[in-house]
């Protein structure tokens, strides 16, 4: 029945679905034998090394393909729609950033999920208050591993204050069955000066190394405030004093967690370090870099990248050529320097890093992905920023040319006068997309 399965809207080049005649407009029905209603339920279903796929082509006629594969191979079938409306959450967090923006942005900005789905396939972080025993039980089932956790405190009664939500206080019972049914979570916590840190943030780090390897590593991240904060909980930030204070408390514990787990299980946002004007730890101490998504290690991670591409590089530049890099306050010292790095090795090559001031949030948001198109603008519309303007993607909507205030990669281009080549937040993309000029 034309009504039965999900549409296939992309079929990967040389995957198994291309290889047996599965075409974009098809419908996949089910998987051995079990309909498809949820990206959870093909995921899991799709670990099998042995596959019976039903699929309905759009000629109408219904084919079952027996496939052989390896163990967690995907088949290579995108589909759309495939997530229900997602969960939104339920909470009111003293600290939360949406509450925070201004009125007048695009609808999908003030849209708050908590749903585990999206923490699995995107990184999304997630409170658990709104999960039902049913839908434990489910993450267990189908392995939905790893899933984001926003914890901020261990204490019953202080996160229900935090998160507004009298849920709130049952998240060691929940950590503690995803423990038991091995499911891997990533914690985060947002900290709140006199709130969530000092011997707060030590129990609750107590509680969740107690949880390892299960909970596999905490990250830690100050939280943000915005010139919109008006009529909300009466917040502070960190200033350099009591960033350090953070740092010194959280590397006492890592060296403990390091002797006792041999791993240093929590880590600081590179944050910490910028505000209180400290060294940041060296490449090895992030180990794997668990927590990228947390800007726990990215710093030390391009710099890396940098010096690594830059080891291979013998380019030049047969004329003279100035290009511009845009990035927010907290970055503009360590694109700098790196930058600096890449021009002695570059003949010929000018680099300009401009450092935007975020007028729109407040100067207080000093981090690039925050920035808009519009103080861009205002900041270097006139000025001579060359041929070439690089910018982070992290300015922009995901897959879409878009800044925060809906202005949109081909404006910004026409008002600076400049092409924009948008890099991943990598070393070694920023390198590989200079050379390609």
């Not at 503009?332 to 000018?350: G, N």
Request: with cysteine; glycine share 6%; net charge negative.
């Amino acid at each position: 029945m034309a009504n039965s399965g999900v549409e296939i809207i992309e079929v990967r080049p040389l995957s198994i679905a291309e290889e047996l005649g599965i075409k974009k407009g098809d419908r996949l029905i089910s998987i051995n034998g079990a309909k498809i209603r949820d990206i959870l339920e093909y995921k899991y279903l799709t670990t099998d090394e042995f596959l019976e796929v039903e699929v309905e082509h759009t000629n109408g006629e219904i084919w079952i393909y027996e496939v052989e594969k390896e163990y967690d191979e995907d088949i290579g079938v995108v589909f759309e729609g495939i997530i229900d409306k997602p969960k939104s959450c339920h909470n009111k967090c003293i600290f939360c950033f949406i509450d925070q923006l201004p009125s007048g942005m695009r609808e999908t900005l003030y849209f708050k999920d908590d749903d585990t789905r999206l923490s699995f396939l995107q990184g999304n972080f997630v409170t658990l208050t709104n999960l039902s025993e049913r839908e434990i039980d489910r993450i267990i089932k189908y392995r939905i591993s790893p899933i984001n956790v926003s914890v901020h405190t261990t204490d019953p009664e202080l996160r229900k204050k935090m998160l507004n939500n009298k849920n709130a206080g049952r998240l060691m019972d929940c950590l503690e069955r995803l423990r038991e049914g091995e499911i891997e979570v990533k914690a985060q916590i947002v900290l709140c000066p006199g709130l969530n840190d000092g011997e707060h943030l030590v129990a609750t780090l107590r509680d969740l190394a107690g949880l390892y390897p299960q909970t596999s590593c905490t990250a830690v991240v100050p939280v943000g405030i915005t010139k919109y904060r008006q009529g909300l909980y009466e917040l502070t930030e960190y200033d350099a004093a009591s960033a350090a204070s953070v740092i010194n408390l959280v590397k006492k514990h890592q060296d403990k967690f390091l002797s006792e787990l041999n791993t240093r299980f929590v880590f600081l946002s590179d944050e910490f370090y910028l505000i209180s004007g400290k060294d940041l730890p060296m490449y090895e101490e992030y180990e794997e870099f668990m927590q990228l998504e947390n800007g726990v290690g990215l710093i030390a991670l391009f710099n890396r990248e940098v010096e690594e591409s830059l080891k291979r590089l013998g380019g030049y530049c047969k004329k003279p050529r100035l290009i511009s890099m845009i990035t927010g306050v907290y970055a503009a010292p360590i694109l700098k320097k790196a930058v600096s790095k890449i021009e002695s090795r570059i003949e010929k090559l000018k680099i300009n890093v401009f450092s935007i001031v975020n007028d729109f949030f407040g100067e207080g948001v000093k981090v690039s992905g925050l920035l808009t198109g519009k103080d861009i603008i205002e900041q270097l519309k006139g000025r001579d920023v060359g041929s070439n303007v690089f910018i982070p993607d992290c300015m922009l909507k995901k897959d879409e040319k878009i800044f925060l205030d809906d202005i949109t990669v081909e404006e910004l281009e026409k008002e600076l006068g400049a092409n924009i080549t948008i890099c991943r937040e990598d070393g070694s993309d920023l390198v590989k997309n200079i050379l390609s000029l």
